[in-house]
Structure formats: structure tokens, C-alpha cells
């Protein structure tokens, strides 16, 4: 039998051995090479979860920064647009007070010059009743001293009243 075992090459004793290497084999495999490489997958599967969930919170983290930014951009041109608007609120109010003043310093040059110009009219007008008294006088001291006829006195008052145009003219 030896002999027909030998012929075929399997033995009882040869297939326990195998049998048992294989069993020793996957036990040593097993502690020092099926878990450590578990172990390496494991780690490898938690370090991968970690950065996918890092990289879910930078995402997140980053949408929330756009969504501020996008907020303060807003928040900015409202700032912007008011102070634009304020500018030109404060110019149209400085426009109306320049305008407003030009017209009062116009309305004062305009009083001012017709008070001048009264003032002109006045002094004319006593320029002319000193003269308008002096050819008085002096007409009166004419008919004094000598008499006057009619058609002299004529003369004397037509003369007398040209002199005044004249000098009404004249001023």
C-alpha cells in the first residue's frame, strides 16, 4: 500500500501536514500580515473619511465666506450709493445757498445803487433851487432897479427858465 500510495503520491500523514501548515501559515499570515494590513486599511479608511469631512467643512466654511462677501459687497455699494446720494443732496443745498446769496448781493447792489442814485436826484435837485434862488434874487435886484415892462418881464422869465433847463441839463 505503501507502494500504491507512493504511486499515486498522497499519503494520510503528507495531506495532515499540508494540512496543518496551511492552518499554522494562515494563523501567521493573520497576526503578522492580514492584521496589520487591516489595520493599514483602516487607518487608510479613517484618514480618507477625515479629509472628506475636512474638505465637507472647507467647502461649507467657504460657501459661508462667498455668502459674507457677497454681503458686504452688497452692504458696501448701499454705502456707496448713500454717500453718492448725500454728495449730491449737500451739493444741490450748497448750489441753492451760493444762488441764494448771489441774489441777495444783487438785491443789495440794486438798493444800494438806487439809494445812490436818490441821493443824486436829491443833491440835483437842491443844486437846483439854490440856483432856481439865486436868479430869484438876482431877477427881484433887476426889477428893482429899474421897471420893467411887460414884454421884458417876458424876456427876463423866458431867460430865466431856459437858464434852468440849462442847468437841469447840464447835471
Do not use: C
Not at 44 to 67: G, T
Not at 109 to 128: G, S
Amino acid at each position: 500500500m505503501v507502494l500504491g500510495e507512493a504511486a499515486h503520491g498522497i499519503s494520510g500523514g503528507t495531506i495532515i501536514y499540508q494540512l496543518l501548515m496551511f492552518i499554522i501559515l494562515l494563523a501567521l499570515l493573520r497576526k503578522f500580515a492580514w492584521q496589520p494590513l487591516m489595520n493599514i486599511m483602516k487607518q487608510r479608511e479613517e484618514h480618507i473619511a477625515n479629509e472628506i469631512d475636512q474638505a465637507e467643512k472647507r467647502r461649507q466654511e467657504a460657501e459661508k465666506l462667498l455668502e459674507e462677501q457677497r454681503e458686504l459687497m452688497k452692504q458696501s455699494r448701499q454705502e456707496a450709493q448713500a454717500l453718492i446720494e448725500n454728495a449730491r443732496k449737500l451739493a444741490e443745498e450748497q448750489k441753492e445757498q451760493i444762488v441764494a446769496s448771489a441774489r441777495a448781493e444783487a438785491e443789495r447792489v440794486k438798493e444800494a445803487a438806487k439809494k445812490e442814485i436818490e441821493r443824486e436826484k436829491e443833491q440835483a435837485m437842491a443844486a437846483l433851487r439854490e440856483q432856481v434862488a439865486s436868479l430869484s434874487v438876482l431877477i427881484a435886484s433887476k426889477v428893482i432897479e429899474k421897471e420893467l415892462t411887460e414884454q421884458d418881464q417876458r424876456k427876463l422869465i423866458e431867460a430865466y427858465i431856459k437858464d434852468v433847463q440849462e442847468a437841469g441839463g447840464a447835471r
